[in-house]
C-alpha cells in the first residue's frame, strides 16, 4: 500500500511559479513511476507529467511542455512538480499518482494509488 500526500498548491499570478511536492510513504517509493494529473472545474483528469520508476525517463503533456519539470528524489520518498510560466488555463486540482514499475505513462487507469490533490489557481 502507498499513500501520497501533494502540497505546494496556492494562488498564483499568471507568469508566475508553484512547486508541487508529493511525500509518499512506503519503502519502495523507488519501484513506483510517479504521475502528476490535473482536472478543472467540468473537465475530464487530465495527464501533465510523469517520470519513470527508475527515473530514466520523463513523459509531458503538450501544453506544458517548456514549462514544467517533474522530478524525485528517491531518498526523501517525494516526487516535485516544478511549474514555470503559469498560466490561467493551468488552474485545476492537480494530483500525484504512482504505478508500479511504470513507465511514465499517460494514462490515469494505468496507475495504482492517488492523492487527495491540491489547488492550484492561477490569476490573469
Known amino acids: 500500500q502507498v499513500q501520497l500526500v501533494e502540497s505546494g498548491g496556492g494562488l498564483v499570478q499568471a507568469g508566475g511559479s508553484l512547486r508541487l511536492s508529493c511525500a509518499a510513504s512506503g519503502r519502495t517509493f523507488s519501484s513506483y513511476a510517479k504521475g502528476w494529473f490535473r482536472q478543472a472545474p467540468g473537465k475530464e483528469r487530465e495527464f501533465v507529467a510523469a517520470v519513470s520508476w527508475s527515473g530514466g525517463s520523463t513523459n509531458y503533456a503538450d501544453s506544458v511542455k517548456g514549462r514544467f519539470t517533474i522530478s524525485r528524489d528517491n531518498a526523501k520518498n517525494t516526487v516535485y512538480l516544478q511549474m514555470n510560466s503559469l498560466k490561467p488555463e493551468d488552474t485545476a486540482v492537480y494530483y500525484c499518482?504512482?504505478?508500479?514499475?511504470?513507465?511514465?505513462?499517460?494514462?490515469?487507469?494505468?496507475?495504482?494509488?492517488w492523492g487527495q490533490g491540491t489547488q492550484v489557481t492561477v490569476s490573469s
Open positions: 499518482a504512482a504505478q508500479l514499475f511504470g513507465e511514465a505513462g499517460a494514462s490515469p487507469a494505468s496507475y495504482d494509488y
